[in-house]
């Protein structure tokens, strides 16, 4: 049936060129991929929503996200007194990354809280609780503040952070000098986030939306108001253990603050050249001579794990404390982002050699090879930063964040699908993350060795023809009739047998045509047509390519001789060649390097594939002070942590 192709070709049609992936190619039957698209973004960014992984790899969040947190579930408070907490203020969805911030102090105390319902919350994506130079908390501060030229040139500390008065720090006591305070900016974005609810009538003390989530090192909620009715105290502990004796306390580095805006330099688009100005003096850690401060920063990093989610191409359940409303997200990828958008463009053309087309042109740099140019390509999306927001961009933002947020307090959701879009996106990627790394695996392997014995290429050509059926096999019918001397043509990518399986493959999560569809998943449908589109109009002509091969000179088991003649050994190298570009290319387009990244060998029982998840790395490398920045990549991390035994 062709109307719901129809209707998603329409769909995308009427969108910005900027959602379409592909074009006709008259050289070659692979597609010309357009790596301007915002498409294979704003499908990761989809997929990706609640992931511990994904969102380390790529920190710098670009969706804002209606969500909800069950009924009944635990949150938990630590302080370092007895006093009640003040709004805002932050719970952990686990006791151990609660006890690893302030639990290791003299007078520790931690609150369990339990919901009593069902909590509205408004999720940021990326490592949006990290105070890192990322873009970590770009989103947020774009946010509130309506345009990247009114956010902070600082956007972790702010530019003019006040100062405790001399004695007044609590990691330093009974100093004479005046101190910055790390945390001041923190609140001020709690209690911006929490204001925009109150003044536009979206929540409060016990109905509409009460919360945020943000993600570290584990993800968190931001309470707005510690007297709502929504979550009861269950529990009020002094969990202070005896102090160790005789331990030497261990310094920590702290930045001042006459360093800090007036040196930083940020880059609109890309990552920052340049860093804030570091001018270290140092202090005494607090909670030094607490006897579970390092067994509390283990737990904390073993709780994080467990919200992994997709790791390594391997399905997790990621956060699932907090659902997500699918029908009301919003992208910063989204092309009504005009300036947002054109800048990313022009960005991504200079900085990755990509055409006016977005095609990408080749390695930049002549001493690049193909290899290390895709690679840089496909991790394109963490040098994207929300810092192109103008005014008029920014009035578009906070309308339809809000607009969306209203949608699903009041209920108006007769013009949403019910679809879970982000599933959906999940589904696609535990379909063909791993598939596309082992075919590329089976490529590189034929392109690269001997071709003379037939035996060996035969059973090679074998494992590539069966990963390349199973992408096909459900929307593949094979040609009734068909001989050697029409076999090109029966699998030709053109043949009725072939274009209907393209139709069925692109449309795979197509809906209904009577399916209404809300403007945010107009959007996010669009993106999901466009990364099956990619997929299909590779894999199918690899599936077909292979198949002619086979059927030409392997399928009859008795009559292939034993050597490989010349002619057929230079036509495997084209084909496998070929196809073995058109995987890299359409892998770099994806952009799933999260998911193609793992430790190596893997992880025995009782061990972690450790990432470093800020602001406690186990396993990697020591925490360098606030700001500091990891670069996560294959040479970098993952690497095996031994659980409770874990390097800190």
Known sequence: ?????????????????????????????YPRLNFSSSSPLIFHSTFALLQQWPNTFFPAGHTIAPCTIPPNTNLYHARPNNTFPPSPEWFAFDSAMAYGIRGTTADSHLLTFRTAKAVKCLYFDGTSAALQYDGSMDSQNVFLHNTSAEAPADPVFGDHPPRWPPGGNSTNPGSNETVWVPLYAEYARAAGLCNFIKEKNLGGPGWGYESIIRMDEGFEVIWCNFSSPSAGLVSWLNVSAPALIGVTPPKFPRRRPDHMANTFIEHRVGLMDERPERNWTYVYLPGYDRPFKEAGAKEWFRTAAKTYGFAGGVPGRGEARVKTDSCGLFSFYDPALVDQSHARVVYNRKQFNLSSDGYWLGPKNSSDSRVTALQQLSLRRRYMLDRNISEPDGLYMRSAVEDRMRAMLSGEESTCSGIDWVETSRTIVADYSSPLYDLRSLLSRITTSSLTNATIVRAQVDLVRGLAHQFVMPYYEYPPHFANATLHKAFSPESPSSLAALVRCKNQHTPAPSTPLSTSETLTFSSILSVLSA???????????????????????????????SFLQTRISETSTSQLEAVDELMAWLGWTDQWTNCEPGCSVGQVCAIPMWPVPIGLERYRGPGSHWQLNRTNGPRVANGLHAEP
């Open 1 to 29: 049936m062709l109307i719901p192709f129809l209707i998603g070709c329409l769909i995308t049609a009427v969108l910005s060129f900027d959602q379409q992936p592909l074009t006709d190619s008259t050289t070659s039957h």
């Open 535 to 565: 997929l299909c109009t590779t894999l199918l002509p690899i599936f077909l390519s292979t198949e002619i091969l086979w059927l030409e000179h392997f399928n009859n088991v008795k009559a292939y001789p034993t050597t490989i003649p």
